[in-house]
């Protein structure tokens, strides 16, 4: 009798340890029970949205990502600066756009179901479903149950985000810290595929690469690209707002021609360029090459799955806004 007692106590404290393990996790259709509409809400907002202006599409992609990379997916890259610089006012943020689309989700979402849905989780599912509506695939899973952190620093910005003058070692060292792999790093970078980026964040390879004045180029960049860009694009070194893109004539269409870019030596920056530098990244990309665009997308799925849960607060941790631009 006492016995059995404590076994069924036991098995009692193992379930409730088990469901809190479960709980610190991140799930699929976490509002399921709590906001049933949540998922959809966002999904026609994105709908409605980005298929006016599906070049939006990659610009919240970036964000989820910067947002990842900075005390993990926690909805800090949209905190406004208060007390002090938030990440948003670090320069890696400066091309950073479609902050007012995740404000204005979080809107639609909010009259549903006031305080429930995460800004972060917000942000998760803006960029799956952007990059849904705007390029069809690849699609991906977004667990989610993500919470707002309440703390944005733009010097951490500046530390955990890549800048696009990174060596392959740069790259390998700030992806290991967030558990990413060398190809994690290589699958996620073939994100460049579409987007746009401004002469800012690689002048440096067109002039004055070593010191040696304005013709001292990048050698590491195939010499008619850069005479292209110079001649058409960034036509003085000071030229920060003229836009390229990034994969030219298929910057719209996500597909495996960014690692066909690098392979040519056209990838626009050194971190690009980077992944020809180390034999693992390299192997990697010439293995993309040799796959199908459907194993692309599956390996993407895989990596941006993974890249969502770094340093997620779940459970009782940091909180739920109200407003994504503030702490509550
Ligand atoms: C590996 C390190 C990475 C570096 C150094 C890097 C750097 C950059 C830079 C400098 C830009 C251009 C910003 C501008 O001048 O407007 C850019 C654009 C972009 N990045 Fe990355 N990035 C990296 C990884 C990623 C990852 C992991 C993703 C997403 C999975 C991503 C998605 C994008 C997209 C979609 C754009 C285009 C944004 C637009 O059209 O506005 N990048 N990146
Ligand atoms: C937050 O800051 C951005 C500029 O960084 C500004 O456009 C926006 O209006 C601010 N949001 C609020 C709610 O004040
Ligand atoms: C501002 O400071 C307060 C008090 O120190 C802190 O609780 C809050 O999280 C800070 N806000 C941001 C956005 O960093
Ligand atoms: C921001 O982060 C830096 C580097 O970790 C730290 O030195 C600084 O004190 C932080 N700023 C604030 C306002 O917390
Ligand atoms: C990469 O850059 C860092 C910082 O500039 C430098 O210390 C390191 O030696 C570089 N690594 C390689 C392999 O060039
Ligand atoms: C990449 O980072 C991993 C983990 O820190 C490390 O073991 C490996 O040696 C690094 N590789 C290169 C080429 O830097
Ligand atoms: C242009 O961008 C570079 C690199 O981001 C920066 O150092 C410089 O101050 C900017 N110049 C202007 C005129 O904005
Ligand atoms: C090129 O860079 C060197 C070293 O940083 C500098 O002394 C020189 O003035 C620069 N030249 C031009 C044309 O900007
Ligand atoms: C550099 O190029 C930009 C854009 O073409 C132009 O607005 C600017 O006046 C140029 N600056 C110089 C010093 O030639
Ligand atoms: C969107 C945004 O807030 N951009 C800011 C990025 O940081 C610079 C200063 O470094 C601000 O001027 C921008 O407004």
Known sequence: MENSKSLLIAFIVIVCILSKIEGQGLKLGFY???CPQAEKIILNF?????SLVPEMAAPL???HFHDCFVRGCDGSVLLNSTNSTAEKNATPNLTIRGFDLIDKAKTAVEKQCPGVVSCADIIALMARDSILVAHGRPFWNVPTGRRDGRISNASEALSNIPAPTSNFSQLNTSF?????????LVILSGAHTIGIAHCSSFNTRLYNFSGNGDSDVDPSMDKFYVANLKKNKCKNSTDNSTIVEMD?????TFDLSYYRLVKKRRGLFQSDAALLTDANAKAYIDQELANTKATFFSQFA????????????????GEIRKQCAFVN
């Open 32 to 34: 399921d029970s709590v």
């Open 46 to 50: 994105a709908k409605k949205h980005i």
């Open 61 to 63: 992609l970036r964000m």
């Open 176 to 184: 290991a810290n967030k558990g990413l792999s060398v190809k994690d």
């Open 248 to 252: 030219p004539g298929s910057f719209k």
């Open 302 to 317: 895989k990596s941006m799955e993974k890249m969502g849960r770094v340093g997620v607060l779940t459970g009782s941790a």
